[in-house]
Structures are given as C-alpha cells and as structure tokens.
C-alpha cells in the first residue's frame, strides 16, 4: 500500500467547492471518481485545503492510498485524461504513510484579486472580484501589516464555523497594484479559519475606501466578534496558490 | 444625427467572432440587439478588427450613428446594463462623421500567449494555448525581428481571403516569458491580413521549437505561399489590445 500526494490546479467557477457536499459536483468527487476509474480500486482522497464554492487553485494538495503498480509520478498523466479541463493535477509523488495533508505542519498561500477601475473587464471577471469605488492602496498595505503574525482571528471567521480554537499565524500578508488595475492581496500562514482569507480581504477592501482606518485592525482583532471586521469578499477573487510542507 | 464610437472589451470564448454570421451568436449582433433596444432605433454598428471565433478584445473599436439624447459618454454605462457578462463597453464619445473604425489610419495592438510548461494550468486555459515542448524564446525574439516593417505578408495570410494587395506594415513585434510560464507576442502594426497574427505566432512556435530557424523568416516572406509559414495557432490565446487612431 503506497500513499500518494497530488498537486490539484483546478478553475472553480463550475463547481460546488472541494468538499463533498449534496447540492452540486465538488472537485474532491470528480477526483475519487476519475482515480477509482483508471486504477481500478475505491478511492477516496484526503484534501489540505477545503476550498469554497467558486474559489480556485494552483496547487491545492490531496493524498490517497492505493495498491496500484503505475510509478507513482505517471498517475498524474493517467488522471488529467480522465478529468475535465478545468480540474489538472500538476504532479503526482509517493509520500510516507504517516503524511496527511492537514495535520502536517505546512505554510499555505492565497491571493485574493480586486479588479479596481471603473469598468469591468470581461477577460479577468472568472478571476478577479470587481470593485468600482476607488483603493488606497497605501492604506490597506498599513492594514495588512496588522494582520501579520499570531492572532486571535475569530473576527475573521465566519460564524457558521464549529472550531474553538481560533487563533492562527499569518506570516505574511502583502497588497500590490498591477499596471492592469489589479490589486493582488497576498498571505501566507500555518492555518485559516472558515473564509478567513475572504473576510481579510473584505476588511482590507473597506479599509482601502476609507470606511475603516488602518489602525483599527488590533481592536477589530481584539473584539473576536465576526460583527467588528468587514464583508466576505466574493469567492471567485480567490485562488490557493500553493502549500509547502517542512518535511 | 450624431456619430459615436465605443471601445469594446469581449471574452470571445462563447461567441462566434464579431462578424454576424448564420452559424452562431456574434459580438456585432449582441451589441446591435442592446444597443436597438436602448436607443430605440434600429442600430448597426461598424467595428475596427473583425476578430475570429474564439479570440477576445480588450479594446475593439465600433461605430454607429444615433439620433439620441442620451449624452455619448453615458450611452456606455446604459449599454453594460443590457450586455452579458462577457462583453463590456469600456467608453462611449462622440467623433466626427467621417470617422470610420477600418478606414481612417489606426495602429492596432495583439497579444498571442503561450503557456509553456509541462501540464496545463486551468485558470489559464480560456486565454493562453498550452504548449508543453520547450520553446527556445532567443530564437523567437531573432525571428520576430525580421517580421517587423513593411513586407508581403501573403504567407502569413489565410487562403480563404481575397484580399489582393497583401503588403502589410507591422511596428513592432516582441517575445517576452513571464515567471508564469506565459510566453507573449506582442505585435502592433497599421493593418493585418485575414489571420495573420495567428499564423505569425504558429510560426514563432515553429521557430521556437528547433522546426523553423529564425533566419529562415525572410525567405519564407519571399515565398508569398501559405505553405511557407507556420501553422496557425488556436484561436484563444488571441487578445486585441487596443486601437490608437491618430486624428
């Protein structure tokens, strides 16, 4: 029995998130249905990151077990011919059987994009969360180092979440602006929370317009009441970029 | 009766080009359709780059003359409200009655993007064509050089024209990589055949690839044969950027 890691790059729009859910196709089904397909053993994969409805990857990571003799760095190819276009795993490797994706300690990183002009722009629309009103930039970077380190985030965490403990490590989080208008929030941390990232950004997106001062992160911090940070961003300006685990 | 020109941004993936055409829906038709309803005449507009199935714009130019009150520089936010998602007018003025889109001296900018790298990447799959050999882009920055200024493009042009006089002026033509894997051809010039940038980006594919030597560009503009040039690549990694007309 081998325990295999993949590296899953999926565009999200069409699906109902990664987790397996009754409502609609999630990317974690259409996975254990291709790979019970070509290896012909019942599959179930375990995901790192349970992505949200509409959110996309570059590099989310999944590990399954099998007894399969395909090398284990030739399943990828084996699988992107089962899978639709918008679902492509990146790579495939054997892994020791006392990995899991969640429980090892790793560093995620997410972007979130904001499309700030004063027309839409059909080609990023799947990909970048449009928004009209003027940024500061400048401000939202002031914001964004708050952010950074280890916090209590539970004003960063929807409510619909069951975790109790609510404190994670940021251990970046930085705002560009493109030449194309886009506004990149970037952040790497050990851990989030139930749309942590898109409540971030949200927070980052009100503070940039001036509903919010920069300097009122650590009391919103403080509060740990979800009331006292901004929106939850829209779903499709967020894509996982990748995780790196220290092995 | 006034004249007004509107920039048009598309995501071509869903609509066959711009030209109205019997086979399927087309970029020209959904604008005359909106455009009928808001302004309450019977509207056809004249575009700039009549661009094929599949390819997007960031900034095409459309004409049409109207007789509303409607100020010109709003009709473009009237007009969003009527489009679908995939097509947004970026602006709307006002220009004199013997403006054409075609006719008047314009310089009119491409990008073809390449993405190069060994799997394909799902966020990227609407707007870049997927090529997983390796691409030697010295060679393809050698071999855009001789595609820049005024030359019989016949080889670069599809037989299915009929267009006679097939010289053509191109302003520049660059290759650059971005970290991304993306390889971009930007090529800007006065007038382009019937797929000509197309078919110059299948043949920087041939040339990066070791098919083609970047030296042999010339002699295939001598041929004036189709036959001569590279293939033409796929449609989707095609974007109109703009159009500067000097008035």
Redo the contacts between chains.
């Keep these: 029995m081998k325990r295999i890691k993949l590296v899953v ?3 999200g729009t069409n699906y109902c998130g990664w987790q397996i859910q009754p409502s609609g196709i999630t990317i974690e089904e259409v996975l254990n249905h291709a790979l019970t397909k070509i290896l012909g053993e019942k599959i179930r994969v375990i995901g790192a990151s349970r992505t949200d409805s509409g959110v ?1 990857s ?1 590099g989310n990571v999944a590990v399954f077990d099998t007894n399969t003799r395909i090398p284990p760095d030739k399943i ?1 190819y084996a699988l ?1 011919q089962k899978l639709p ?7 495939s490797c054997e892994v020791s059987q006392d990995f899991h994706p969640r429980h090892c300690y790793s560093e995620k990183t997410y972007e979130y994009k904001i499309l700030n002009r004063k ?5 990023l ?3 970048t969360y449009f928004y009209y009103r003027n940024l500061d930039i400048k401000k939202m970077q002031k914001a964004a180092e708050y952010i950074v380190g280890r916090h209590d985030f539970k004003s960063f965490c929807s409510v619909k979440t069951s975790v109790e403990d609510t404190v994670r490590e940021v251990l970046s989080c930085t705002v560009t602006k493109s030449m194309e208008d886009i506004i990149t929030i970037r952040i790497t941390g050990t851990g989030f929370l139930y749309n942590m990232v898109r409540i971030i950004a949200g927070t980052l997106i009100s503070v940039g317009v001036g509903e919010l001062e920069p300097d009122s992160i650590p009391e919103i911090l403080k509060r740990r009441e979800r009331s006292a940070a901004g929106a939850t961003a829209p779903a499709k300006g967020l ?1 996982m970029i990748g995780i790196t685990y220290k092995e």
């Design positions: 790059a999926y565009d996309h570059l990828c992107n276009e918008d679902i492509v795993v990146q790579s027309m839409p722009m059909p080609t629309c799947r990909y894509t």
